[in-house]
């Protein structure tokens, strides 16, 4: 299987060309693409880690890794879109949202919240990627274990098709 990966840098409040990519990637319909989402932060600024520590710790990462997988077709089925955090505050991480003024929407099913693997919606039918890059950014702000200045990258990730080679 071949990515194509294209990294989009932006700030929290100009997020047209983000946008744009996310309702490309909605408009295929194919299950073939996602987007990882993080927020920009240096190199010196990010916690030191190591592979041990990683191997024995029950949080996620400090610096937030969300994924966005628009609802697609898969054969006759619809398959609906999810969104995923990993990020290093725990369990009832909806509450911790809640207490900061950040709400899931109604129509949006929490499908886990852990400790270590993170927090999984999946999405109704329809919901618009500025209702969903609105809700990981408030999101990522309030679970981030670093401290953020607005910047972020995309990562939009699309596989090849055979025919595409």
Do not use: K, Y
Request: with cysteine; charged share 20%; proline share 7%.
């Amino acid at each position: 299987m071949v990515v194509d990966h294209t990294s989009v840098l932006f700030a929290s409040g100009e997020v047209a060309e983000v946008l744009s990519c996310m309702q490309d990637l909605a408009a295929r319909g194919d299950g073939r693409g996602w987007l990882n989402l993080q927020p920009w932060v240096e190199d010196e600024n990010r916690p030191p880690t190591s592979p041990l520590g990683r191997m024995f710790s029950s949080l996620g990462p400090a610096v937030p890794l969300a994924t966005w997988v628009p609802q697609h077709r898969r054969g006759r089925n619809t398959v609906p879109g999810t969104i995923g955090i990993s990020h290093a505050t725990g369990r009832f991480a909806v509450r911790r949202l809640a207490e900061h003024g950040v709400e899931v929407p109604p129509a949006w099913s929490v499908r886990q919240d852990h400790t270590r693997r993170g927090l999984v919606f999946e999405l109704p039918d329809g919901a618009g990627a500025g209702d969903i890059l609105g809700f990981l950014l408030a999101a990522m702000e309030v679970l981030s274990g670093v401290e953020m200045d607005g910047r972020w990258v995309a990562d939009v990730a699309v596989q090849r098709t055979s025919r595409g080679r």
